[in-house]
């Protein structure tokens, strides 16, 4: 699976951004799809997951609220709906398909280029 995160960019506190993330290769229907972030000098962490069907979704406490996950298996995307944005939600978000379990864990099975996020105060 190749994967490829695109739709950051710059957004004022408050505001909203969508992510999306195109996915391509082996059959992506069959794949838990996972969001992560990496802000400047801290840790890439978990931001969310949905499952295959896209009928379970789960999300960090950071972000429960505020982020939510969508997918279209027809066509191959994951979306990452991003509202009430905060200054700290600043970093590089990156789009992950795997196991839920090896998604949580942060250690998905392929990886996606990441795409920017920056929410100015």
């Known amino acids: 699976v190749q994967l490829q995160a695109s739709g950051g960019g710059l957004v004022q506190a408050g505001g909203s951004l969508r992510l999306s993330c195109a996915a391509s290769?082996?059959?992506?229907?069959?794949?838990?799809m996972g969001w992560f972030r990496q802000a400047p000098g801290k840790e890439r962490e978990f931001v969310g997951i949905?499952?295959?069907?896209?009928?379970?979704?789960y999300y960090a406490e950071s972000v429960k609220g505020r982020f939510t996950i969508s997918r279209d298996n027809a066509k191959n995307m994951v979306y990452l709906q991003m509202n009430s944005l905060k200054p700290e939600d600043t970093a590089v978000y990156y789009c992950?398909?795997?196991?839920?379990?090896?998604?949580?864990?942060?250690?998905?099975?392929?990886w996606g280029q990441g795409t920017g996020v920056t929410v100015s105060s």
């Open positions: 949905i499952s295959w069907s896209g009928g379970s979704t």
């Open positions: 992950a398909a795997g196991a839920a379990s090896s998604l949580r864990l942060g250690y998905p099975d392929y």
């Open positions: 290769g082996r059959i992506f229907s069959s794949y838990n």
